[in-house]
């Protein structure tokens, strides 16, 4: 992708009265903070990242990118350099890990799931921000912050302070950002624990797939699967719920194998151990004043599904732009408020999916009971479709409004003349497509971008699409767009 080049330093128009060196300090380098760092670069925003570990995982997990996240990925011209590092498979068996083939017809450019190690997602996410202009520093733990009317002082933990006109927690389930704010994380604590680690076996391979397939009927989180270089990805229950700060030991793995399994499968030479848990919570408000939280820090719930990496890079990409028209000056009124109408009803319900997956996880009689029933109605495409677009997060609608079914829906990436939607939409701007080819966006055009396309592939005459590619509007009227300019984009310029 080629960045355009940015400035360090604010227009004097937007001068604050009370300066700071950043207009925005992210707590977090994971894939949230980077790429919300990058949304922000888009427009020019002053970002520091402050990461409290100095260096990167040592272990290596394996994550998956869903439709919604590969989208986006496009629309800011990554995908190309996510899709090399990572393996495709199809968009099926997500839900409860029912096993059914994918949907046809899934209406997306990109309906597969992209496996990628986490650490490699990261990066590559950390390199994009950087590359627009964003300052990451790692050894850097937040242990408090005061705000006012101006902005938001950080205290490091190692002295130094900080200034910035917002704050923004992506520092994970425990964190530090949610907790000074005094924000409450109701919800449910862990009730079972999983044991996951990567190490070598020692019996022969065709003797793990024989006893993981057969224990794998009923146990779904239980598996043995090579890895590479003579290493296997192990998932066991754990026997109870210990303390997630005390990484389990290989003697753990053994007696939890020999339990379920009968063996221990002769492991040995853990490349890294560690736990999980099916906690599940939300926080109660995403904003406090400058302070807003995003991805774990505002939500977490069990892997099962896999959305969670998504979850808050999909929270990132929603927040983003908003921010940064916060801080341009341009933003309308009640525009950073909607960060938090629209995204939290989102993960209240992906809480619920991984909740109901949970249960037909477990092996007692009843949910395997519900789990077989549920397998049979999979069996009917609308079923499985609705699952699988649930998981990977393109169902969502947010509520703009009465309108036709399509506002408030993210758009697909159609063909138009100049090639594909999405490769329009990499500066993280509006754009109006106009299929009449006599609208205009006047005096939003420093906003806004304009595509007259009577030939683009749509059912409706012309859309409007924010920075994050949901539809804005719908119609063909120039004043009823100038009003739906300024409800998302602001007050025209001039």
Not at 29 to 36: E, H, Q, R, V
Not at 156 to 184: F, I, Q
Request: charged share 25%; glycine share 10%; net charge negative.
């Amino acid at each position: 992708m080629n960045s355009p080049q940015f400035t360090a330093e604010p227009s004097p128009s937007d001068a604050d009265p009370y300066p700071v060196p950043y207009d925005v300090i992210i707590a977090g380098c994971g894939p949230t903070g980077a790429m919300l760092a990058a949304e922000l670069r888009l427009h020019d925003v002053r970002v520091l990242v402050l990461e409290k570990e100095t260096e990167p995982a040592p272990f290596v997990r394996i994550v998956g990118l869903h439709i919604r996240s590969l989208e986006l990925m496009a629309m800011r011209g990554l995908l190309d350099r996510v899709l090399e590092h990572g393996r495709r498979r199809p968009a099926a068996g997500f839900f409860a890990g029912i096993s059914k083939p994918a949907p046809e017809g899934l209406d997306s450019a990109h309906a597969y799931l992209l496996g990628i190690p986490h650490p490699v997602i990261v990066r590559l996410l950390e390199e994009h921000a950087i590359q627009l202009g964003a300052q990451v520093r790692r050894g850097c733990a937040v242990a408090g912050f005061e705000q006012d009317d101006e902005g938001v002082t950080v205290d490091l933990a190692d002295g130094e302070r900080l200034r910035a006109r917002y704050l923004v927690g992506c520092d994970g389930g425990r964190s530090a950002v949610r907790k000074l704010l005094g924000v409450g994380f109701p919800g449910e604590p862990s009730r079972t624990e999983t044991l996951m680690g990567e190490m070598e076996v020692g019996v022969p391979q065709e003797e793990v797939a024989a006893k993981v397939a057969e224990i794998g009927e009923t146990n779904k989180r239980f598996w043995l699967r090579p890895f590479g270089g003579g290493a296997y990805s192990v998932v066991v229950p754990a026997a109870g719920v210990g303390d997630r700060a005390e990484p389990p030991t290989l003697q753990d793995f053994k007696q939890q194998l020999r339990a379920i399994a009968g063996t221990d499968f002769g492991v040995h030479s853990p490349r890294w151990l560690s736990r999980f848990g099916d906690a599940t919570r939300l926080a109660e408000r995403y904003r406090v004043g400058r302070v807003l939280l995003a991805g774990d820090a505002a939500h977490i719930h069990p892997p099962t599904g896999g959305q969670g990496l998504n979850l808050g890079v999909q929270d990132a990409f929603n927040l983003g732009w908003k921010l940064a028209a916060q801080i341009r000056g341009w933003a309308p009124e009640t525009l950073l408020d909607t960060y938090q109408t629209e995204r939290r009803p989102v993960a209240e319900n992906v809480l619920d999916n991984t909740r109901a997956q949970m249960e037909l996880h477990s092996t007692e009689p009843g949910p395997q009971a519900l789990r077989r029933l549920l397998t049979e109605l999979m069996d009917i495409d609308e079923v499985n479709r609705r699952l699988i677009e649930k998981i990977a997060a393109i169902d969502i609608r947010y509520d703009f409004g009465d309108g036709p079914d399509l506002l408030g829906r993210r758009l697909r990436d159609i063909e138009v003349k100049q090639g594909h939607l999405y490769g329009l939409l990499h500066r993280g701007r509006g754009l109006l497509l106009d299929r009449t080819a006599r609208l205009t966006v006047g005096g939003w055009s420093d906003r806004v971008d304009h595509l007259a396309d009577p030939t683009a592939v749509l059912d409706v005459p012309c859309v409007l699409l924010r920075p994050d590619g949901h539809v804005a509007w719908i119609g063909d009227d120039q004043q009823d767009l100038d009003d739906h300019l300024s409800r998302w984009f602001g007050e025209p310029a001039g």
